[in-house]
């Protein structure tokens, strides 16, 4: 497995988990300021969630590196399969 294909399951894995984790713990604020909606969070809490997103998606990236070190997941050569007829 080469680095970019390291590199694009990284990020890929980063934005899912990422967009998973945002709603996570969120409270809207009670009595907005004039100029804020309703439904804004009162504190997002952004840093701890893009450190705890990292560390999830390093853990997740290195067991999908590994399994398919490994060959527990696999992509086959589609010029190899041989045709029914």
Partial sequence: MSIASVVVVFVILWWLVLFIALPIGVNPEENP???????????????KKIIVTTIITVILTTAYYFAVEKGYIGFFDHDSLQQPF
């Fill in 33 to 47: 300021d004039s100029g804020n909606m309703k439904g804004a969070p009162k504190n997002p809490n952004l840093k």
